[in-house]
């Protein structure tokens, strides 16, 4: 008898279906995705598509660096800053109790203008050494209570500006509350140049973000004031200052858009500017600045995006000519047929 | 029951298993020695006193009850998970700068996944539990007659009855079995994984007892050793009808061998479940970790302790900046309100603030710790295992059984094997002997071809390496006959030769030899015909697959054996003069078996005639010296053709015979009879010389050769395997003879290298007998040191190179060599040799090599096998390899992976391994380079935002990086990237040197790319913040905020990363350009999704996109030159480094296209390149490459 019955039996059944023995084989199925056989491109980094990369970055890069460089140069800045000398000499030994005492702090600075500005010309004023992305700050606010009146009693992530005197403020939050207040006026040869602060915020903030039957409420009530008032007869939606301040800035010095001279301010024209030097950055050493900008298509004045774009373009272009170079003197044999013999070692096939 | 009249036992005059001399009886019933059965009373007060346990078996890792602490425990074992957990329970605290969910649902994800993989498993583990411990068994019920249990009923002290081709359910003492002298034939292959049989014998005085009735009265109790893994020791006595027997392992039958040959046994069962030696052999399987999986954790540390560091340094600055909000009695930032705070931001507990503040810089900066990384990893293993066993390169027709991926913890543990440790039998070669040659009276037979030959005759036709004479036919008519035209392939046969084949033999001048050389080998054996009673076929069911060989070619030669009974042969003879059938009977009086130290066996035998015959086979080395004068007429040719047998690895034996004289015969049976009977401990010794004295004066009748089948390709795949720098050791229980031929035919060994052999036979044979153990020990431990000493020497003193020594040593040297004070100069020999072969090894041997490699070189090891002999050595290596072939699943089941054929090797390490190392390698890289790039550009933008924990994205970007952004892309360069097709994998083996020297992961590049990482997060936040923050961002006048210059920033990181991937993957198929770019497309589409959604959850990405972003000439070009300038220095770096400092898989991706071509060429005609000759310049070149490598790697 034989001792190995179980195999025995088994090579019987697979002899004696041998159809559905091939039905059951293990073999796995054929697909060029299994066997990994897609049909692929196999980039290599040939001298030939090096260089040719680098002169193309080049190529790219050199005309949108000369290009941005222009618009840059085309724009034409002004830059005041007022921080300190809007503040009386006498008082300048301690700043912040200047500007925290009561009392007219408005001071008038001439600007030069330099160059011809076309219209609009955009109204700035730029803060430094402000925090505004400090994580305390930035999460204290509440949307939904600027969105809409149904949940104005909502305040929550706004403390400590969340009540006064027991009743809720809206717009709550510590954001609101330090809302910048100097304030300037314009004149050119005494006549009042007219400055739009309308459209000096995003469409889709007034729209949607703040409500437009959201009115301010106990607002800057309690014992410390931080910034501006509001008006409470103003909906949220319509006070573009306070849009504006709300979207919180990238990095502590920013620049916010305070309104729009829509007129050209000529060559050496003096401007006057009637300042209120309300707010305190003197206790956080903060500069305060006032800058008046026309815009390319671009955007402001910046040379940094067109000297970056020459330095990287001329860099993969001296590559190029490098790599070029090493290529003439020092050609590799790409084809060299030696190199492939230690590859096929005998007897491999 | 009947039983045949047939005492086998009379077959085996030496036991199988030699007593040993002064056994340890005298220990029985002390410590370690206290086991105490009752036999066929389980229920004896005193048995359940002792409270043995009981025959259920569980292998499971956990049970329902402990699996969710024991398996979670498990996972947080891992350090990262552990930093996971805690993060997830910090960010229900206000300190979390980002929502608790997007922390917690990853963490949820991973652990679950991983948890529910564990169940799987161990639920597969339970259901064979279930199915081993409910088999059925027979056990002697109170009643007295057998009763169907399960096996987890049984008890110790149970008499069972075992049936033929059933497993034994536990250790059990054999009592008596269907024959009458109470033996029985048992296969350990599950055990040790031979697949010879065994003989068992109970004890005489036990071995009538075999009926219902007698087995009432028997009542005996054994007092034995306590349980233990040892599987070739028992230790015990018998108390039986108020006598004292003393118990071997003879009489024990261990649980899962099978009964085999014999109807049914009888025994008592004395181990049970968890006690028996088998389950106390059984190693839980350790659970293997990649190398590069190990480095990980490392590289996890060090970016550990970045985080900590950064999180650190925030936290400083953070403190110092919060205190000084209140400087002099005054709040300096008012604007945050400093006065009216929470503790987090209280200038007047700064350092608390800080302490707190580094919790949540711990949260803020967590990416740089992926814990997706661990998720995209098994998630990758998991295809590339799939891609593994669908491989059809790797499936083999002719079992039906492609590769196995077992295991997906050690795909890319394949691509760094340095040392491979490979089992022989069943694995290089096929395990089954044939016969393929033989030189009788001086003529050498048998047309057949070995693979040896065939690769020598491939070499000396390709190659000037010194050949030797190849022998095809004595004749000298040169004709080679193609082995495979033979239609009927009968198993161990595979013999050619029209001159005597098909009873041509009558025609050769010296038929009479020829006859009786065919009648030694089908008498001379110790082989058990077994008929067909259906088919009359005869199989033979023999000890050695050697032995069964020889008596089919006698069968297929016409000289049929096909009955033993007790004392008589049978052979059917052809008698191809007269065309009839002749059965003739050889009476049976002696054997005298076959033993390592006699090399040799022989049979007495009576003829028809009444000639007295002693018929001999036997190793050329004993025999040829034991010729008689008149039988040494061809004893030169015979020597010649053995040699040049052995040399095409082939295993030789010397057939001679004897006529006897009566009287001398008479005379020396007296003296063997009487040696048999004796019982002192020098019984062997005495059979041995008496033995000696009969078999001389022999006359030569000719030689056999067995081929050891090698399996297909084994030589090719060696010769790759070595070309692709691996070492190779072979690791066998075999002769050594046997063992070097197989390592000269597998190319293992060549022609020229010079041999170091370690061994102890001739130690053995002088001093073992007259000395005691310690003595010997040490004796033999000197020499062994000696030959290792010697063996470095000779090799330092040849100056050459070391591809020209093989070493080669046997199992008992191996032993010392092992020993703490000589492993060390042992690895050094071994190390230095091209090839090591370890010959008469055990599994525990096996193991021990492995661990002392794998320990020693601190080197990635791989071992092999077929058997369950294997399974410990598969264990302990690095990567266990599995053969799935005839062997048992043992091996399969204790393996990480499980191929068909030893050929597949070089496909699994060379392609599937070397993938799967770029693979896993540049992903983790990848990995770290995307979450670096990304946490670092956080940790800039928090410089600017005084520390306060800020993050620059919106919260559901951050979420979203690691999942939506950048997770495909990864995990396509990890399933699908290939460096070079298989093909060239396979033409250039020297390419899997850079797994083995680990080029892809050591520290310099895994550094480079976190720098890499670092500067693109440096390039990404500055380059963003000087371009578009400041002045206007747009023609409008509108000044970018935090949410345009997190989008921008963010938009730059994607694209960085996704580019990246783009440029460093180098395999682009449809699947890599929908992931990549559809990436960085899912990104826009998202923002202007998000963007839709109602401001109250979008925050600050409300519209960001269609209304900010996107009208903004500065947002698109911001983006083109963050994006060019920081994959620029990786760009360069990569064009530098393949134009001046090429890698391998550089230069043949150059020269792919190149390949491709003259391959078409070659085809057409026979190029220069194909003599094999390497020019002097790309031997240099190639040797430069390799020194490079080197370099790196140090």
């Known amino acids: ?349 | 029951m009947s039983r045949p009249k047939i005492r086998w036992s009379k077959l085996y005059s030496f036991s199988c298993i030699p007593l040993r001399r002064a056994p340890r009886h005298a220990q029985v019933g002390q410590r370690g020695y206290s086991r105490v059965v009752h036999c066929n009373e389980p229920d004896n007060p005193e048995a359940l006193q002792s409270n043995y346990r009981g025959n259920y078996v569980s292998t499971t890792k956990y049970t329902a009850t402990n699996f969710i602490p024991k398996s979670l425990f498990e996972q947080f074992r891992r350090v990262a998970n552990i930093y996971f957990l805690v993060v997830a329970c910090v960010s229900f605290s206000p300190l979390a700068p980002y929502t608790a969910l997007s922390v917690l649902a990853p963490l949820v994800v991973v652990i679950g996944a991983t948890m529910a993989k564990e169940a799987v498993e161990d639920w597969r583990r339970r259901k064979q539990d279930i199915e081993a411990n409910n088999r059925k068994a027979e056990v002697y019920g109170k009643d007295h007659n057998f009763h169907e249990t399960r096996w987890k009923n049984l008890r110790v002290g149970d008499l069972i009855r075992v049936h033929k081709d059933e497993y034994f359910p536990a250790d059990i003492f054999l009592i008596s079995s269907s024959y009458e002298d109470g033996i029985c034939y048992v296969e350990t292959m599950n055990l040790d994984g031979e697949t010879n049989l065994k003989l068992k014998q109970s004890l005489e005085v036990t071995s009538s007892i075999c009926d219902e009735v007698s087995l009432e009265d028997f009542k005996a109790i054994i007092r034995c050793e306590d349980p233990n893994e040892n599987l070739y020791s028992f230790v015990g006595n018998l108390q039986y009808s108020g006598k004292e027997y003393p118990l071997s392992l003879k009489q024990i039958l261990l649980r899962d061998s099978k009964l085999k040959n014999t109807d049914y046994v009888h025994g008592v069962v004395v181990f049970t479940g968890h006690d028996t030696k088998v389950m106390k052999n059984a190693t839980d399987p350790p659970s293997k970790r990649s190398k590069i999986e190990r480095r990980m954790d490392r590289v996890i540390y060090v970016l550990f302790s970045t985080l900590i560091t950064i999180s650190f340094v925030g936290s400083f600055f953070f403190g110092t900046q919060t205190g000084r909000d209140l400087s002099d009695g005054k709040y300096r930032r008012w604007y945050i309100c400093p006065s009216d705070t929470t503790v987090f931001f209280d200038p007047r507990r700064a350092s608390l603030a800080a302490l707190f503040h580094f919790l949540t810089g711990l949260m803020l900066y967590g990416y740089l710790i992926p814990i997706s990384l661990y998720v995209s990893i098994e998630f990758v293993k998991v295809l590339q295992s799939i891609f593994i066993n669908q491989d059809l390169d790797m499936y083999h027709d002719e079992t039906d059984r492609p590769a196995r991926a077992r295991t997906s913890n050690l795909n890319e543990e394949l691509g760094q094997i340095d040392t491979i440790l490979s089992d022989k039998t069943g694995t290089l070669t096929c395990n089954s002997m044939e016969f393929i040659k033989c030189s009788i009276a001086g003529v050498a037979y048998g047309r057949g071809e070995t693979e040896v030959e065939r690769a020598v005759a491939g070499r000396h036709k390709d190659s000037d390496v010194e050949s030797f004479e190849i022998y095809t036919d004595a004749s000298g008519q040169g004709q080679v006959v193609d082995t495979h035209s033979y239609t009927r392939h009968v198993k161990g046969f595979n013999f050619e030769d029209e001159r005597i084949m098909h009873g041509q033999w009558v025609n050769e001048p010296n038929h009479g030899i020829i006859q009786k050389f065919f009648q030694v080998l089908a008498i001379c054996h110790t082989v058990i015909p077994e008929v067909n009673n259906q088919t009359g076929e005869i199989y033979y069911e023999a000890e050695s697959p050697d032995e069964a060989a020889f008596v089919v070619a006698a069968r297929e030669l016409g000289f049929e054996f096909f009955e033993r009974k007790q004392m008589s042969l049978s052979m059917r003879e052809i008698d191809f003069e007269k065309g009839t059938k002749v059965d003739r009977n050889y009476e049976l009086l002696h054997i005298l078996e076959f033993s390592s130290t006699r090399k040799r066996m022989s049979v007495i035998v009576k003829s028809e005639e009444g000639r007295l015959l002693l018929l001999s086979k036997g190793a050329d080395s004993v025999m040829l010296e034991r010729l008689s004068k008149d039988g040494r007429s061809f004893l030169s040719d015979t020597r010649s053709h053995i040699n040049k047998y052995s040399e095409a690895g082939l295993r030789t034996l010397v057939i001679a015979y004897r006529d006897l004289g009566e009287d001398e015969y008479r005379i020396w049976e007296d003296e063997f009879v009487n040696a048999k009977a004796s019982i002192s401990a020098e019984r062997d010794a005495l059979i041995d010389s008496a033995a000696e004295k009969i078999e001389k004066d022999l006359n030569l009748l000719g030689a056999t050769a067995v081929e050891d089948k090698l399996q297909k390709g084994v030589p090719e795949c060696i010769e790759k395997l070595e070309g692709a720098g691996i070492k190779i050791w072979v690791l066998t229980g075999d002769k050594m003879e046997t063992a070097v031929n197989i390592g000269y035919a597998c190319k293992l060994l060549r022609q020229g290298m010079k041999l170091i052999v370690i061994t102890l036979d001739a130690l053995d044979e002088n001093h073992e007998k007259d000395m005691d153990k310690e003595a010997v020990v040490k004796v033999s431990s000197e020499a062994v040191r000696n030959q290792i000493q010697n063996g470095i020497s000779q090799i330092l003193s040849s100056k050459e190179t070391a591809a020209s020594f093989g070493l080669i040593i046997d199992g008992k040297s191996l032993n010392f060599a092992l020993k703490k004070e000589l492993e060390d100069s042992f690895l050094d020999l071994a190390t230095r040799c091209a090839s090591v072969i370890c010959c008469r090894s055990s599994p525990k041997q096996k193991a021990l090599v492995t661990r002392l490699v794998k320990v020693k070189t601190g080197k990635t090891t791989l071992s092999i096998g077929d058997g369950a002999n294997d399974v410990s050595m598969l264990q302990e290596a690095d990567v266990g390899i599995g053969i799935s072939g005839v062997e048992g699943m043992q091996a399969v089941m204790a393996s990480d992976f499980a191929i068909a054929q030893f050929q597949f090797l070089q496909r699994l390490l060379l392609v599937h391994g070397h993938w799967c190392y770029r693979r896993i390698a540049m992903m983790i890289c990848y990995f770290f380079y995307k979450n670096i790039t990304f946490g670092f550009t956080l940790f800039w933008f928090e410089a600017y935002a005084s520390f306060s924990g800020q993050p620059a994205y919106n919260d559901w970007y951050m979420s979203f990086y690691n999942v939506f952004f950048t997770s495909l892309p990864v995990i396509a360069l990890g399933v699908f990237d290939q460096d070079v097709s298989a093909r060239l994998c396979l033409k250039n083996p020297l390419l899997y040197q850079e797994g083995m020297q680990n080029v892809l992961f050591n520290w310099p590049r895994i550094l480079g790319w976190m720098c890499n990482g670092v500067g693109s997060s440096v390039i990404i936040f500055f380059c963003t913040t000087n371009a578009i923050i400041g002045q206007a961002f747009r023609g409008d006048g509108q000044v970018a905020d935090y949410g345009i210059l997190g989008v921008t920033m963010y938009t730059c990181v994607v694209w960085t990363v996704n580019c990246q991937m783009a440029l460093s993957i180098n395999y682009f198929t449809w699947i890599q350009h929908v992931f990549i770019w559809g990436s960085i497309a899912f990104w826009y589409l998202f923002l202007v999704v998000y963007g839709f959604l109602t401001p109250t959850l979008s925050t600050t990405a409300y519209m960001v996109l269609v209304e900010a972003c996107a009208p903004s000439f500065l947002y698109w070009l911001s983006t083109l030159l963050v994006v060019v300038s920081s994959l620029l220095p990786y760009f360069s770096y990569r064009a530098f480094q393949t134009w001046f400092k090429p890698m391998p898989h550089d230069i043949i991706q150059r020269r792919r296209k190149w390949l491709e071509i003259s391959e078409n060429k070659s085809v057409n005609k026979n190029e220069k390149e194909d003599s094999g000759e390497l020019p002097a310049r790309v031997k240099n070149k190639l040797k430069h490459l390799e020194e490079n490598l080197r370099h790196t790697r140090s």
């Open chain 1, 1 to 349: 008898m034989s001792s190995t019955t179980a195999p025995s039996s088994s090579v019987a059944a697979g002899s004696a279906d041998a159809s559905g023995a091939r039905r059951n084989s293990k073999r796995p199925k054929y697909s060029r995705f299994t066997q990994q056989e897609l049909p692929a491109c196999k980039p290599i980094l040939t001298p030939g598509w090096v260089i040719s990369a680098f002169i193309l970055v080049s190529i790219v890069f050199i005309p949108i660096g000369v290009a941005a460089l222009f618009a840059s140069r085309d724009v034409v800045e002004i830059v005041k800053r007022y921080d300190t000398d809007c503040i009386p000499l006498s008082e300048r030994n301690d700043k912040v109790k200047y500007i925290q005492s009561p009392g007219n702090k408005t001071c008038t600075r001439n600007i030069t203008v330099t160059k011809h500005m076309k219209k609009p010309i955009y109204v700035y004023y730029q803060l430094d050494n402000f925090y505004q992305n400090h994580r305390r700050y930035v999460k204290s606010r509440n949307d939904a209570q600027l969105r809409s009146n149904g949940s104005s009693d909502d305040v929550s992530g706004c403390s400590p500006e969340d009540y006064s005197n027991g009743l809720v403020i809206v717009p709550c939050g510590l954001i609101a509350w330090s809302l910048f207040n100097d304030t300037y006026n314009f004149s050119r040869n005494n006549q009042q140049l007219s400055v739009n602060k309308r459209g000096i915020s995003w469409k889709s903030d007034r729209e949607h973000k703040f409500g437009k039957n959201v009115y301010p409420r106990n607002f800057q009530n309690g014992t410390l004031i931080g910034g501006a008032h509001l008006d409470d007869s103003i909906p949220l939606s319509d006070q573009e200052d306070l849009i504006v301040w709300m979207r919180t800035a990238a990095l502590p010095t920013f620049r916010k858009l305070y309104g729009k001279i829509e007129q050209d301010l000529q060559e050496n024209d003096v401007i006057e500017v009637t300042l209120e030097n309300n707010y305190n950055t003197y206790s956080f050493n903060g500069k305060k600045k006032l800058v008046l900008s026309t815009t390319s298509w671009l955007g402001g004045k910046n040379d940094f995006l067109g000297i970056a774009y020459l330095t990287v373009g001329g860099f993969c272009l001296f590559l190029a000519m490098a790599f070029t170079l090493v290529y003439l003197v020092k050609p590799r044999q790409l084809g060299d047929p030696s190199y492939l013999s230690w590859n096929r070692t005998p007897g491999c096939h």
